[in-house]
Antibody, heavy 115, light 110 residues
Framework: EVQLVESGGGLVQPGGSLRLSCAAS????????MNWVRQAPGKGLEWVSY????????YYADSVKGRFTISRDNAKNSLYLQMNSLRAEDTAVYYC????????WGQGTLVTVSS | QSVLTQPPSVSAAPGQKVTISCSGS????????VSWYQQLPGTAPKLLIY???KRPSGIPDRFSGSKSGTSATLGITGLQTGDEADYYC???????????FGGGTKLTVL
C-alpha cells in the first residue's frame, strides 16, 4: 500500500526553525517527484514546494521562498522541508504529496507558530 | 485571493447532480492539465480527477471532469450524503512556476 507519513510538526516561536519529514512506503520514492502543501486552520490548500525525482528541479511558493528548503533522501525513502524564520502566517497543517498532480497525500502534521 | 476561482459553496439534494466550476487563465488551466481533490471533514485531501478528466483507480464514475479554454468543471451525479466535502481544483501555472489551487467549494447535500 502506498503511504506517506509526515512528522516533525509542533509549536515554535516566531523566528524559529522546524524540519518536517515525510516517510514514504509502498513505492520507490526515487521514481517520483514530491510536493509540500499546507492548509491554514479553516482555510484552503496552498502549495508550498516541489522537488523532482532527482532533485534537479525545485520550485517554491513566493510566500516561503528564501525561508524554506525542500530536500529528499531517496536512499532513506524520505522527503524533508526545512523551515526557517517562521512567521505566524506559516501556522498550518503541512502535507506531503506524491507526483506533480498530487496523487497521494499524507495525513499531515500541524505546525503552530506562536509566542 | 486564489489564482483559480471557484464558487464558495454549492448544494443539491441526494440523488441529484451538481457541477463545480474552476476559472483560470492562459497561464494555468488553458495550457496545463487540471486536477480535482476532495477533502472530507477532518481528513487529508484525496485526488478525484487528474489530467482534466481521468479518474484514479477506486474513484466511482459518478465523478467526472471536463475542461474548456480557461475553465474546468467537476461533475458529481447521484449525490450521496457522504459526498459532503470541500472540493478543490488545481493545476500548474507556467508563469508563476507554481502549482495553484482554487479557493475550494463546500458541497452540501441537502
Amino acid at each position: 500500500e502506498v503511504q506517506l507519513v509526515e512528522s516533525g510538526g509542533g509549536l515554535v516561536q516566531p523566528g524559529g526553525s522546524l524540519r518536517l519529514s515525510c516517510a514514504a512506503s509502498g513505492f520507490t520514492l526515487s521514481s517520483y517527484s514530491m510536493n509540500w502543501v499546507r492548509q491554514a486552520p479553516g482555510k484552503g490548500l496552498e502549495w508550498v514546494s516541489y522537488i523532482s525525482s532527482g532533485s534537479s528541479t525545485i520550485y517554491y511558493a513566493d510566500s516561503v521562498k528564501g525561508r524554506f528548503t525542500i530536500s529528499r533522501d531517496n536512499a532513506k525513502n524520505s522527503l524533508y522541508l526545512q523551515m526557517n524564520s517562521l512567521r505566524a502566517e506559516d501556522t498550518a497543517v503541512y502535507y506531503c504529496a506524491r507526483d506533480l498532480e498530487l496523487r497521494t497525500w499524507g495525513q499531515g502534521t500541524l505546525v503552530t507558530v506562536s509566542s | 485571493q486564489s489564482v483559480l476561482t471557484q464558487p464558495p459553496s454549492v448544494s443539491a439534494a441526494p440523488g441529484q447532480k451538481v457541477t463545480i466550476s474552476c476559472s483560470g487563465s492562459s497561464s494555468n488551466i488553458a495550457n496545463n492539465y487540471v486536477s480535482w481533490y476532495q477533502q472530507l471533514p477532518g481528513t487529508a485531501p484525496k485526488l478525484l480527477i487528474y489530467d482534466n478528466n481521468k479518474r484514479p483507480s477506486g474513484i466511482p464514475d459518478r465523478f467526472s471532469g471536463s475542461k474548456s479554454g480557461t475553465s474546468a468543471t467537476l461533475g458529481i451525479t447521484g449525490l450521496q450524503t457522504g459526498d459532503e466535502a470541500d472540493y478543490y481544483c488545481g493545476t500548474w501555472d507556467s508563469s508563476l512556476s507554481a502549482w495553484v489551487f482554487g479557493g475550494g467549494t463546500k458541497l452540501t447535500v441537502l
